[in-house]
Every structure is written in structure tokens, then in C-alpha cells.
């Protein structure tokens, strides 16, 4: 792993906590406004013969917050690339015995 000054640290930093509060910004949008704020308008359309919003409530929210998993991973991997972190990097390192 290279090593990155305190700049480019603080703003990977950022960049980071940027990507985790969109993240669960969405996540909070989807599981509390469509499961609850706006069920009653989501139940007025039917999705695989459940209504819209208690589908969101129980199913919905759960499959959305594994694609955000997967899309925080992927995001992650290019900024770890961006700044030369790649995870190859800290794979080696562990094999070599180092923290």
C-alpha cells in the first residue's frame, strides 16, 4: 500500500462519508417513506399481488439495502483505486505477515 499525504487522506475521508450518507440516505427514503410516509398512495399499485407499500415494508427495503452493499463495493474499489489503495495491495501486505 502507498503511502498518501494527510490532504489526500482527508479527502478520501470525505469522499467516503459522502458515499455512506447517500447511501443510507437512500436507504432511509426507501424504507421509511415508501414503507410508511407514502404506503397508503404505494398500496393503490399492486407488485406481484401485494400492494406497492407493504411490499417496501417487507420486502422492498431489505432487497435495496443489498444492492446499495454492492454498489458501496463498487464504489469503494474505484476510490481505493483512485488514490492507490487497491485491496490487492492490502492482500499482499497480509500475506507478507504485515498489519
Known amino acids: 500500500m502507498r503511502n498518501i499525504s494527510a490532504l489526500q487522506a482527508k479527502q478520501y475521508w470525505q469522499a467516503n462519508i459522502r458515499l455512506v450518507l447517500s447511501l443510507l440516505f437512500i436507504w ?7 414503507g410508511i410516509l407514502w404506503s397508503d398512495a404505494l398500496n393503490q399499485i399492486t407488485f406481484f399481488g401485494f ?3 407493504f411490499w417496501f415494508a417487507h420486502q422492498g427495503s431489505i432487497y435495496v439495502f443489498v444492492v446499495l452493499i454492492f454498489i458501496y463495493v463498487r464504489c469503494m474499489n474505484r476510490l481505493d483505486e483512485r488514490y492507490g489503495l487497491q485491496e490487492s495491495d492490502k492482500v499482499d501486505s497480509v500475506n507478507r505477515g504485515e498489519c
Open 51 to 53: 400492494k406497492l407499500g
Open 28 to 34: 432511509a427514503l426507501v424504507s421509511f417513506g415508501f
